[in-house]
């Protein structure tokens, strides 16, 4: 009777050794295979992150009004201001040296 060679036992250990390997293995099913994908997808994970970062924006243009239209009011409104600022001295030195004309020709006569 002849002997095993250590060749064959080396080729035949491998083998033996397969069914266990794919046994392991189970398929998946279709909810498995989507939640695998959804979770190890670089792409859907960078697209949840900008969907967050807009949201945030949004919660952030809601928390202050809008700079552009809110200036313009303030300038508008402080430009009238001034304008009536400026009105109400050009009449206060009008009347003040319309008074003081008055008081002069009263003076002279």
Known sequence: MR???WRRL???????ALPHIASAQRALTRDEVRERFRTNNASLLAGSLLIDESRAGEVTAGLRPSPVFSS???FLDAQQSYRDTQLAYQNLVGSYFSALNQLSQEVRS
């Open 3 to 5: 002997r095993p060679s």
């Open 10 to 16: 080396a080729l035949l250990l491998p083998g033996l």
């Open 72 to 74: 313009i009011n303030q």
